[in-house]
């Protein structure tokens, strides 16, 4: 049965590798131009596959994932 605690450590499991692909790709983009090129399609296609996942579940649901999510709140910029 899905619980808050097994989304919670989901979204923190995800969040780990996550901060470990940025670590990794931090150092990538140092190495060449051509390996900053390739670390830039890969964050591109991750993110259009990540929000379009995201819209499709919502749609089809009829349940938006992120109505609710102040984007000011996470101080993104």
């Known amino acids: 049965m899905p619980t808050i605690e097994i989304l919670r450590q989901k979204i923190q499991n995800a969040n780990h590798e996550l ?4 670590d990794l790709s931090i150092e990538l983009r140092r190495q060449s131009p ?13 993110l259009g596959q990540f929000f379009g996942y995201i819209k ?7 349940d938006n994932l992120l109505a609710g999510i102040s984007w000011a709140r996470l101080n993104l910029f």
């Not at 051509?34 to 991750?46: G, H, R």
């Not at 499709?56 to 009829?62: C, V």
């Open 34 to 46: 051509q390996t900053k090129v390739e670390v830039v399609k890969i964050w591109e296609t991750f």
């Open 56 to 62: 499709q579940k919502s749609k089809s649901s009829k």
């Open 19 to 22: 901060v470990e692909a940025i």
